[in-house]
């Protein structure tokens, strides 16, 4: 089956922690995105793809960072320097931008 | 500025009634409109998209979605409405190729039994 995967499904962080959101996708597709939805507010863009080692800032990129080493892969970090990461984390792909976004289940971040 | 609005914060139905939720664009020439559904704790998933033709647009689980160029609309409709149709619907547009995609708000449907 083609599609999206994100691991985990829950993750707890640490004061002062970084921790790192997987999303994989065998879709062959070559754009992929990382959304924050917060209850109420939609969904925020923080960083997107459009190929392999190449990326840039969404709406709100501050205390996150990206890579995209694989075609199928594009793993988010929290940073320690995002004061707020409880939120509800969507990866998403797509042929190229512009195109129709398939979405991963998501990954719950929480704060300790 | 380029945005998407709906309206409706959240909507009840009485389970079986008919159902249109709202969706306006800003500007602009024909974009590309899309609605997703999501339910609690999950991702979005692709109900319909409108990229040209046929104005009337059909998707699954039985919805279907007009663009209406003159109110800049895309409203998503379903005739009789099923407990599994609670959630959350957002709209989203493109407004060139090769652009970002713009989510709206979002409209939760709550079902009355």
């Known amino acids: 089956d083609g599609g999206i995967t994100q691991s985990p499904k829950y993750l707890f962080r640490k004061e002062g922690q970084n921790v790192t959101l997987s999303c994989e996708q065998n879709?062959?597709?070559?754009?992929m995105y990382w959304y924050r939805q917060d209850p109420g507010q939609g969904l925020r863009l923080i960083y997107y793809?459009?190929?392999?080692?190449?990326?840039q800032k969404g709406d709100i990129a501050e205390g996150y960072s990206v890579s995209r080493e694989k075609k199928e892969s594009f793993p988010l970090t929290v940073t320690s320097a995002q004061k707020n990461p409880t939120a509800f984390y969507l990866c998403a792909s797509s042929i190229g931008r512009g195109e129709t976004q398939y979405f991963g289940p998501g990954t719950r971040l929480l704060v300790l | 500025a380029q945005s998407v609005t709906q309206p409706d914060i959240h909507i009840t139905v009485s389970e079986g009634a008919s159902l249109e939720l709202r969706c306006n664009y800003s500007?602009?020439?024909?974009?590309?409109l899309f609605w997703y559904v999501q339910s609690p704790g999950q991702g979005l998933q692709l109900l319909l998209k409108?990229?040209?033709?046929?104005?009337l647009v059909q998707g699954i689980k039985g919805f279907e979605a007009e663009f209406k160029r003159s109110q800049s609309s895309f409203n998503l409709r379903k005739p009789s409405v099923h407990w599994s149709d609670a959630a959350e619907y957002f709209c989203a547009v493109v407004y060139s190729s090769a652009s970002k995609i713009i989510f709206g708000s979002g409209t939760r449907l709550s079902i009355r039994p």
């Open positions: 500007y602009g020439a024909t974009p590309y």
């Open positions: 793809s459009q190929i392999v080692n190449d990326f």
């Open positions: 409108y990229f040209s033709g046929d104005t």
């Open positions: 879709l062959n597709h070559d754009a």
